[in-house]
């Protein structure tokens, strides 16, 4: 490229680059280049300046000798080092020789083209084929032939397998043939065309890897198919079919990645096959297969990573890998530049950082020192790089569709170079048949003598799709795609349908059978039961004495129990009453027991303060106090022996009684103080208790231990005390105790006889109640018996006519099983392929093709008659619960929907008007999962719904799915069938799962490879569903009774459908599954019976509703008018997009416009009146909706196309002629006889007299030349009847009659048309109020304002707002104007308004591509449940080229679109530019006259200037975007300064007005003449002075109110005509002839296609361009040799000067002519690599369009090609003539220069010097002579003759010598000669001249020549205001 070569030249000339950073010198010392380049691609030239420093050595192709010396040393080296036989070196040489003069043949043959770019043969494939060679080993060559086939193989291998069609590979094999013959004499043909020739490293198998031949297919199918089986257990299942062609595909591929540097790029279509193959071939070799898993976000960056660790895995860890590239996983182009230097170099820079590249090289540091070298950190490097080069293999596996494949060989050479190509062929017609004969011959149900006719029709089916698709992009520019997949798929779903029809047949049979078999059963069943029904009875009496037998035994035993109850019941009570006592008594003791519990408890805790240590010390008182003694005695007292008070209590006998410690202690705990004897308490109580002195805590003052004992006693005395008072209550308790118990046991023994008594009673009972279920079952036996015998009886009648019904439909079965195979047939191949296609397509494949053909097969397979391939897939009863889910019910949608319920893989919707997701939400309802990409979570839906089932539904796709769906969309599974991976994630695969796509676009065009994977379905509405949807619509509205009991009875009959089948289904069912005797089973015969009576009933109801529908679908067709109205309407509407992709409306908003239209339609008793009011109506308010979001210049096509459309359909015209008016296709060219026609205009009259309509009309017009002439010549010939007896032609004939004779006035003919057909209103031009279309607009609904320049909505809006309450101040109004960083302030200011109910604009959406996606995301999700005055308004400038177009569809279709043009015409812009201002603008100034006049004047002014646009550059020379802006300012500086001054400031006014206000957007001094001309004629004093005309016609107009003023231009202003403007009438011809020829193309380009237009049939683009290149090749002339013609003349005067420029100027374009074309050829011939540049010119050539290259270099021109190269051949004539002798020509030809000013300044200089003038005080001045140019014989003294100009706006009159007036039609009318010389300035003429420039072009503006002074009679201002100018070329 262009600039390495600059800094490469900078470094070489200077030897320094500059630190861009630093900017500093960088001075660069000992380096060499060696450079080296390919000439026959990339830029071709090297510039000379870099070229010089270089030795140049060209490397020629080696010459045969050496080729011959190289290749025979390497295999001399292979046949040595492996002792290969003598023998088999025969023919050595001979196979070397052989090989390079097929390598020529090859290079002379095959040259790369733009398909074929590929082409390109050189030395790598020359060593490929004897790399190829050398992988045979001795026991492969054991043979001479052997070698040669061999060779054939390796030469089939490398150059065959790069051919990219059947006939180059036939010419390729014939070459080898012929190769072979003339190199092997002695080889016979059957051994080199023995097939198969392959030879792979596994025909032994693959556990023997050597390069052998394969000895034949089968054995080749084995293999394969075995080691298929071992990698399918392994790994993700693979169900291949293994055909010849993919056998030989998997045996290249594996050729490929045995040899080094095994890179392959494999190239077919998506669904070829291409992965599946690859890794059979990889598992083959044991290579482990890579390829990147696509994650959210993957870049460059991750596949550096990616790239990193397979190089670590094949070069570190030595473990062999396949990188596998699909096209699929190159999301980002710039990924190619690493694959591209890993193909070429096998090193990608800068994969490892420094750190990585040390990990690497030390872990392979030991194995390079095994190796026995040096370990240095280079040798390490080399070693890992060259075990990549070898461990890693690359296969790249690309689609060849669209130019993608092409533009990467172009940027990634090594793609192609570096690669070895396996091309994947369309699958050839054998493969198609091999393979459906594999599958069909393992189908059951398919007879052997038919499998012939059914593969010949699957592979025809194919095919056929093929062609058709080809038709459909043609006329439909619509794509659709087969691939192999697709036709597997056919094959799949042939085999699972068949399999379905014919279970579903045999058991639908059956069930009738058995049903028939059934009935006949029934009646002999009948007696049996008779016999039954006596033996019954009997038994039913000995039953019945039983049971009486019984009833008397239980009588006597109940008495019995009863007496033994009342003896229990009343010990019972007995019991009772004890208890209570009992319990009463148990109460008393233990209150009283609780009394003595305190001082018992006082008591322990007494003697538990004692222990040995204190009663020891007690011990050893020897003379204790009183107290102390009286303490012990009285404890003595108590423990006495059996009550034996001892008598001495002295304290000794006390010691003594202590004596043991332990002992006395345990006797105090132990002492038993219920029995204190009576003695001893006596005692104590007398003795010691009354003691004052007894008292513990005195006591403890003398001694511890005395003071507890003295409380033990004391407590113990207490307790016992309490005790007796107890005891002989408790002694009563007990007693009552013990009466309790025998109370008790005497009951437990009277309840025990009771119990026996109970249990005997019950026995009874039981037997009893058996008794007497026996005798009602008896009984019961007896009913069912009776009734089973009337039953029987009823069933037998009742179904005596279904037998006849049903023997009927076995017949029918039986027929079917028969049909079935070819019925299936069909519909599979229907299933598959017509999905994408429209209504005409489908029939034209199924009946045109499919059926004869399948009717024509050798063996016909039998079909059946009339053939319904929806009512195969499906019945009525199915039909009408899709109906009933809201599915529209047409005949497309019910074939839509059958192939979406049948299809096998996932469905993909094209649903523009989305019908089809209406029914599918309503069919699945709330199981429906529904997501779309780039949705948060989108993933996790979609791995949810994969696991657990669901069906998930993605919507509004666009043209590329998201490569991480890749696998679930091919459903490719791993493990079994059993997960899919999605990203790096494993999810289980749950086979309910279903996916179903969806997208809004109406015309997407999806890529082969998603094509492969989905069924397309095309849910586009057609017009007659639609016009029914519209028509139950329309009744729903006018006849709410009729329309309510229709679809009631709509939805009934669907349901009555759906039940009878449900009924007949269960009738058979139960029939069928009953078992044995099934009379038996009442409960069945009864349901046989009810089900047999719903039935005939149900039949009923159906025929009674049938009655109905048929008059209620009478008063429903009175509506249906309107409704194909509406449907013809919304289809042209539809169609609009074709014209601008901003013309999207949705089948919502026209329903919403529909509904408008009926509600508004004016009322009428009289339903015919009616119905024609609501067709106007609909047609109105469409027009109206729509109208306000056209451009007015598609305002007339909508209409026109309305009209036609409207005419067709009511037969009004003849579509022969429509056809005619809208192509105007002339097939011949005639010379005109007459003076008023052109030869074209001539020719398309002949051609209209063969319309049967036109005869003689060629003959009329030649013979009445004078009317006709008047007619053509009229102002307004539409308006004029037609001469002679054409006057009585009809309004539309007229229009193609005009359109051949005055094409420049068909859009006011075709205005007039359309108010002639539908009314004045619709050419009115209304506008829609703001405030109007607010009222249609919802937070669903947003507005949309097209942009237009000078129109500002916003203000509008504002008003609007203010007026609402929506104002910024309240910030209830979000004004946002998008740009950088916008985004999110917008996505805040939507947030809040949804929310709180605000207004949100967003101003210049088209500014923000890639947000615009977020937006209509965002818009979509707030258009529900927000706040009901929410509303988004948005703007946006319309894209230059549908190209460019960026508005997302889904924005544009649900918003009300409004374009807010500057109007156009006089009339409607002066109406405009009045609206601005009101009465009171009028009554500001207290001048009210002079202000009003100067105001209106304005207004006119205004309307000029911006009308003036229309007429291109005539009107003004640059676009300028004048706005009301301009007019108001104006208006205000008028008020202010007629306010200020008292006379009006005239000259003041017209400078501000002129110069700043409307002069500030003037850019060019001729619009600023004009500008200042205008104000000059419309603001002088004399528009005061009353009767001042502001036009031709149009006075000035008096004192007027507001409304006086729009009245009066609409009374006196003349009709529109450029005279208005103060142009000529032919200003608008040339203008109004290509908005005429525009407009055809527009309508042409809209026309609805209903036929099947053929193929047409012209020649290839390559052919076309090839011609012109050779036509302009031939004629271009040789380049002027400047040497010669400078030696001519030694005199270097200005004239001659100019002659060499001239001449220099054209050697440069002619040599850039020669150049650019010479490449090209070379390119066609495919010599050369196409470039871009190349691209460009070819396309130009094509197109007839000058190349842009040639252009830069040329002149201005607006020629096509072929009359842009005749100007150049005849400017190159003029300077021949010139250049002989540089003589200055006599009459010079200004058109002819480059650069015309610089002989204008040469005159000029010439006279300057021979007058001594100064150049400077210098002008031309011009004298328009009255001859032509051949009166002159020779230049004048001074000065020069010119001529070649052109007056456009005016004429020049000889006569007068002046301008004068135009003649009508002669638009440019030529100049004679003009004589051209200078003066001195102050001699110029000024007086009576106009001041004309001279331009190269009609586009005026930058090809400004000169200024030339012409005489005019006429004041200067009118020719300024005709924009009259002189063109040097027309």
Avoid at 339 to 356: H, K, T
Avoid at 429 to 435: C, F, G, M, R, W
Avoid at 1601 to 1614: A, S, V
Wanted: aromatic share 10%; charged share 25%.
């Amino acid at each position: 490229t262009v600039q390495p070569h600059t800094l490469i030249r900078q470094h070489i000339d200077y030897g320094h680059w500059y630190d861009r950073q630093k900017l500093t010198v960088k001075e660069i010392h000992n380096c060499q280049y060696v450079a080296c380049m390919n000439p026959t691609v990339g830029s071709f030239t090297i510039n000379p300046r870099l070229q010089r420093h270089f030795a140049v050595f060209a490397m020629n192709f080696p010459s045969t000798d050496a080729l011959s010396t190289i290749y025979s040393k390497i295999l001399d080296f292979h046949f040595q080092r492996h002792a290969f036989k003598p023998l088999v070196l025969k023919y050595g040489a001979s196979v070397i020789q052989a090989a390079i003069w097929l390598h020529q043949i090859m290079v002379q043959n095959f040259l790369p083209t733009a398909i074929k770019f590929h082409y390109i043969f050189n030395l790598r494939d020359l060593s490929n084929v004897f790399q190829g060679i050398l992988f045979a080993k001795p026991e492969c060559l054991k043979h001479p032939n052997d070698l040669v086939r061999l060779w054939f193989h390796e030469s089939s291998r490398v150059y065959g397998d790069k051919l990219v069609e059947g006939k180059d590979c036939n010419f390729l094999h014939k070459k080898l043939v012929d190769t072979a013959h003339k190199y092997f004499e002695d080889v016979e043909d059957h051994i080199l065309l023995q097939q198969p020739l392959i030879y792979c490293h596994f025909a032994n198998g693959v556990a023997d890897p050597n390069y052998m031949p394969v000895k034949n297919w089968d054995m080749l199918r084995k293999i394969l198919v075995e080691t298929l089986e071992n990698y399918n257990e392994l790994n993700a299942s693979m169900n291949l079919v293994l055909f010849e062609d993919a056998m030989q595909h998997v045996c290249r591929i594996s050729r490929i990645l045995e040899s080094s540097r095994g890179y392959a790029l494999l190239v077919g279509v998506g669904g070829s096959g291409k992965q599946s193959l690859s890794r059979l071939a990889a598992f083959i070799g044991s290579l482990e297969v890579f390829q990147i898993t696509l994650k959210k976000g993957y870049g460059i960056q991750d596949l550096r990573v990616d790239l990193a660790n397979l190089y670590i895995k094949a070069g570190a860890k030595n473990i062999p890998t396949v990188f596998l590239l699909t096209d699929a996983q190159v999301p980002d182009e710039r990924f190619l530049v690493l694959i591209n230097d890993l193909l070429a170099s096998g090193e990608v820079p800068d994969l490892f950082n420094d750190e990585d590249m040390d990990a690497v090289i030390a872990g392979i540091r030991n194995e390079i020192r095994g190796h026995g070298l040096v370990d240095t950190r280079e040798n390490c490097w080399k070693f890992f790089l060259d075990r990549v080069r070898r461990q890693l293999k690359i296969i790249l596996c690309f689609s060849p569709v669209g130019s993608t494949l092409r533009t990467r060989a172009r940027k990634f050479p090594a793609i192609v170079n570096c690669t070895a190509i396996d091309w994947f062929h369309e699958w050839p017609q054998e493969a198609l048949l091999s393979v459906s004969r594999r599958f069909i011959e393992e189908t059951p149900g398919i007879k052997a003598e038919f499998y012939d006719s059914i593969c010949h029709f699957m592979a025809y089916a194919h095919t056929s799709v093929n062609e058709i698709s080809a038709k459909f992009r043609q006329n439909e520019k619509r794509y659709n795609y087969t691939t192999p997949k697709s036709f597997l798929e056919q094959i799949m779903l042939y085999k699972n349908l068949l399999e379905k029809s014919v279970q579903k047949i045999f058991q639908h049979k059956e069930h009738l059978v058995n049903g028939i078999q059934k009935l006949k059963t029934t009646s002999s069943q009948v007696e049996d039961l008779k016999y039954k029904l006596a033996s019954q009875e009997a038994e039913l009496q000995l039953r019945n004495q039983d049971a009486e037998a019984l009833i008397t035994k239980i009588g006597l035993q109940t008495e019995k129990v009863s007496k033994e109850k009342a003896i229990a019941d009343a010990e019972e009570q007995k019991v009772v009453t004890i208890q209570e006592e009992v319990f009463c008594k148990q109460k008393e003791c233990e209150d009283d027991l609780l009394k003595a519990e305190p001082a018992l408890v006082a008591a322990t805790a007494a003697l538990n303060t004692l222990n040995k240590a204190n009663l020891l010390e007690l011990r050893a008182f020897p003379n204790p106090p009183t107290a102390v003694m009286n303490v012990l005695a009285a404890v003595m007292v108590l423990l006495a022996n059996k009550g034996r008070i001892p008598k001495d209590r002295s304290w000794k006998a006390a010691k003594l009684f202590m004596g043991k410690t332990d002992e006395f202690l345990q006797a105090l705990i132990n002492y038993e103080k219920e029995h204190i004897p009576e003695n001893c308490l006596k005692v104590v109580k007398e003795h010691y208790l009354k003691d004052q002195e007894f008292s513990p805590n005195l006591v403890r003052l003398k001694s511890f231990a005395a003071a507890g004992l003295c409380a033990w006693v004391i407590n113990i005395i207490k307790y016992y005390e309490v005790y007796c008072d107890v005891e002989p209550k408790r002694q009563a308790l007990s007693q009552a105790n013990a009466e309790l118990a025998a109370a008790t046991e005497k009951l437990e023994a009277i309840r025990k006889k009771l119990n026996e008594l109970d249990l005997n009673l019950q026995k009874l009972t039981a037997s009893f109640e058996k008794a007497t279920a026996e005798k009602v079952r008896c009984q019961e036996d007896v009913g069912r018996t009776n009734k089973t015998i009337e039953l029987a009886n009823r069933l037998v009648k009742g179904l005596e006519s279904e037998k006849v019904r049903w023997n009927h439909s076995i017949k029918v079965f039986e027929a079917q099983e028969i049909t079935v195979c070819g019925d299936v047939l069909l519909t599979a191949a229907f299933v598959s392929y017509v999905g994408p296609f429209t209504k005409l397509y489908r029939q034209e494949l199924v009946h045109h093709m499919w059926i004869p053909f399948l009717k024509s097969q050798k063996i016909p397979i039998p079909i059946t008659e009339d053939i319904d391939l929806a009512a195969m897939l499906t019945d009525d009863a199915m039909i009408a619960a899709w109906n009933n889910e809201g599915l529209p019910s047409d005949r497309m949608s019910t074939e839509n929907a059958a192939i979406f319920t049948n299809c096998e893989r996932w469905p993909l919707l094209i649903d523009p008007q989305l019908q089809g997701i209406k029914w599918i939400k309503n069919k699945y309802g709330t199981d429906l999962k529904i997501t779309h990409l780039g949705q948060k979570g989108f993933l996790k839906t979609i791995e949810r719904a994969l696991t657990s089932g669901d069906t998930v539904l993605i919507e509004n796709l666009n043209e590329t799915v998201d490569p991480l769906l890749d696998p679930l969309l091919g459903r490719n599974t791993i493990k079994k069938g059993k997960y899919i991976k999605i990203e790096d994630k494993e999810c289980e695969f749950n086979r309910n799962f279903r996916l179903i796509l969806h997208t809004k676009l109406a015309n997407p065009h999806y890529k082969p490879e998603l094509q492969a994977q989905t069924t397309l379905i095309n849910f586009t509405v057609t017009e007659d569903g639609l016009e029914d949807q519209l028509l139950a619509e329309a009744v729903a509205v006018e006849r709410p009774d009729l329309e309510k009991v229709k679809s009631l009875l709509t939805k009934q009959q669907n349901e009555f459908k759906i039940q009878l089948k449900h009924l007949e289904d269960d009738l058979l069912f139960h029939l069928s599954a009953a078992e044995g005797n099934f009379l038996g089973d009442s409960e069945l015969v009864e349901k046989l019976e009810s089900t047999k009576s719903t039935a005939t009933e149900i039949e009923l109801k159906v025929k009674e509703a049938k009655e109905n529908e048929v008059n209620i679908d009478e008063a429903r067709e009175y509506y249906r008018p309107a409704a194909a109205r509406a449907s013809l309407l919304y289809f042209v509407i539809h169609d609009l997009s074709k014209i601008s992709p901003l013309y999207q409306f949705s089948l919502k908003a026209f329903n919403t416009v529909f509904h408008k239209a009926i509600e508004r339609a004016e009322a009428s008793e009289d339903i015919q009146e009616r119905v024609s009011n609501l067709t106007e109506a609909i047609t109105y308010f469409t027009f109206l909706y729509v109208g306000q979001g056209l451009f007015e210049r598609d305002k007339l096509i909508f209409l026109i196309q309305t009209t036609f459309q409207i005419l067709l359909r009511n037969k009004a015209i003849e579509p022969t002629e429509l056809n005619f008016l809208l192509r105007f296709t002339v097939e011949h060219t005639y010379k005109s006889p007459v003076d008023f026609s052109t030869t074209q205009s001539w020719s398309t009259i002949r051609a209209i007299s063969l319309m049967d309509e036109f005869r003689g009309l060629d003959r009329d017009i030649e013979g009445s030349a004078k009317r006709w002439k008047k007619w053509v010549d009229s102002e307004c010939p539409e308006k004029e009847k037609l001469p002679q007896e054409w006057k009585s032609k009809s309004s539309f004939q007229k229009l193609i009659i005009l359109r051949a004779l005055r094409p420049d006035r068909m859009t006011y003919a075709l205005r007039n048309f359309v108010e002639e057909k539908l009314g004045t209103k619709y050419v009115a031009g209304t506008r829609i109020p703001l405030a109007k279309s607010y009222e249609e607009s919802s937070p669903a609904t947003s507005v949309f304002f097209i942009l237009s320049p000078g129109v500002d909505p916003l203000k509008d809006l504002e008003t609007l707002g203010k007026k609402l309450g929506f104002t910024i101040d309240s910030g209830k109004f979000h004004n946002i104007s998008l740009g950088q960083g916008q985004e999110i302030v917008a996505e805040e200011a939507l947030k809040k308004a949804a929310e709180y109910g605000h207004w949100v604009i967003l101003q210049n959406i088209h500014l923000v591509v890639k947000w615009l996606g977020t937006l209509e995301k965002l818009m979509e999700e707030y258009s529900k449940q927000s706040h009901p005055e929410y509303r988004v308004f948005i703007s946006a400038e319309p894209a230059p080229t549908p190209e460019e177009h960026v508005i997302p569809q889904g924005i544009l279709e649900n918003s009300i679109k409004i374009i807010n043009e500057p109007p156009t015409g006089m009339l409607t812009n002066l109406h405009a530019a009045l609206y601005n201002f009101d009465q009171d603008t009028l009554e500001l100034c207290t001048r009210e006259q002079e202000f009003k006049s100067i105001f209106f004047s304005l207004c006119y002014f205004h309307t000029c200037v911006a009308g003036r646009r229309k007429f291109g550059p005539q009107g003004w020379n640059r676009r300028y975007p004048f706005n009301m802006g301009d007019l108001t300012i104006c208006v205000n500086v008028l008020y202010n300064y007629l306010e200020a001054n008292t006379k009006v400031p005239w000259e003041d006014l017209r400078y501000l007005f002129g110069e700043i206000m409307y002069g500030g957007h003037i850019t060019d001094d001729w619009d600023r003449r004009l500008c200042q001309t205008y104000l000059e004629e419309f603001m002088s004093p004399s528009l005061l002075e009353g009767d001042f005309s502001l036009a031709q016609g149009f006075l000035a107009p008096p004192n007027l109110d507001y409304t006086g003023y729009h009245k009066y231009i609409d009374e006196m202003l003349p009709p529109e005509s450029p005279t208005l403007y103060g142009l000529h009438p032919n200003a608008e011809i040339d203008f109004l002839t290509i908005l005429t020829d525009n407009l055809f193309k527009a309508i042409l380009e809209i026309q609805p296609r209903n036929v099947l237009a053929g193929e047409v049939v012209g020649q290839s683009a390559e052919d076309k361009v090839k011609n012109v290149l050779d036509e302009i090749l031939e004629k271009l002339p040789e380049e002027y040799n400047m040497i010669d013609i400078m030696q001519k003349s030694a005199a270097r005067t200005p004239y001659i000067l100019v002659c060499f420029q001239e001449c220099e100027r054209m050697n440069t374009l002619i040599r850039e002519i020669w150049r650019s074309l010479k490449q090209l050829d070379l390119g066609l011939k495919g010599e050369l690599t196409f470039s871009p540049a190349m691209e460009a010119l070819q396309s130009a050539l094509f197109f007839d369009l000058v190349p842009d290259t040639w252009s830069k270099l040329a002149y201005p021109s607006t020629y096509s090609l072929p009359q842009w190269f005749n100007d150049l051949l005849m400017r190159c004539r003029e300077l021949d003539t010139w250049t002989q002798d540089l003589v200055l020509p006599s009459v010079v030809w200004l058109s002819g220069f480059f650069n015309p000013q610089s002989f204008l300044t040469a005159i000029m200089q010439t006279m300057a010097r021979k007058n001594n003038w100064s150049l400077d005080k210098m002008c031309l001045t011009t004298d328009v002579t009255k001859k032509s140019r051949d009166d002159y014989g020779h230049p004048p003294r001074e000065g020069a003759y010119i001529f070649g100009l052109f007056m456009e706006g005016a004429r020049w009159d000889i006569q007068t010598g002046a301008i004068a007036e135009a003649r009508l039609k002669d638009l440019t009318p030529i100049m004679p000669v003009i004589f051209v010389r200078a003066i001195p300035v102050d001699m110029q003429e000024t007086k009576h001249i106009y001041k004309c420039p001279v331009y190269k072009t009609k586009n005026r503006g930058p090809t400004y020549v000169w200024t030339f002074n012409l005489k005019t009679k006429e004041k200067p201002a009118k020719w300024v205001l005709a924009g009259v100018a002189l063109l040097l070329a027309v």
